[in-house]
């Protein structure tokens, strides 16, 4: 198990485990939403991604990596502005919603109507649910039940994932 796998399954475990687990409902995702079924960002090759992405982005969106925490500029982020997918610039945050969570990710309590899919990930082995861009199908990171009001949610997201655009 990575230290990131120990960081995240020490902030499920934090406080009422049986919450974190219920938040994990799978979420037929964007694949279904016809806004974005035939984006040309789903045909581009993961090669192709690689090049666009450079490695650190291209692992965590294309091959659900995980930066390593405190690491992402954006984590200290405070101007007024939208965050965008780094694959195709799709509009998923409000700088607004951006809160300090203490877990070396920025994070969000709300996210863009429309903007994201979920589904399950068991990858360290308890259900997780991990959230992507709706057109690019990037990954971004995982969402939890312990964010603040009023959504009560943390859409806990890889600062390389991400590119911050100054209102």
């Known amino acids: 198990m990575t230290q990131i796998d120990r960081v995240h399954r020490r902030h499920l475990m934090f406080g009422a485990g049986a919450l974190a ?23 581009i090759s993961d090669a192709e991604w690689r090049r666009r992405l450079g490695d650190a982005s291209w692992r965590v969106m294309r091959h659900e990596g995980t930066e390593r925490p405190y690491t992402s500029p954006l ?3 405070r101007r007024a502005g939208t965050y965008v ?16 969570s203490r877990t070396g990710w920025p994070s969000f309590y ?3 109507a429309g903007s994201i899919g979920t589904k399950t990930d068991f990858a360290i082995g308890i259900p997780r649910t991990e959230y992507h861009c709706a057109r690019c ?4 990171g995982h969402v939890f039940d312990d964010g603040p009001r009023p959504t009560g949610k943390r859409y806990c997201n890889n600062g390389v994932a991400l590119t911050f655009r100054p209102a």
């Open 21 to 43: 687990l219920g938040a994990c409902s799978p979420g037929a995702a964007d694949a279904q939403d016809a806004r974005y079924a035939s984006s040309p960002f789903r045909r």
């Open 75 to 77: 984590n200290d982020e």
């Open 85 to 100: 997918c780094k694959g195709c610039e799709l509009p998923l945050f409000r700088s607004q919603t951006k809160y300090d």
């Open 110 to 112: 709300d996210v863009i």
């Open 137 to 140: 199908l990037g990954h971004q």
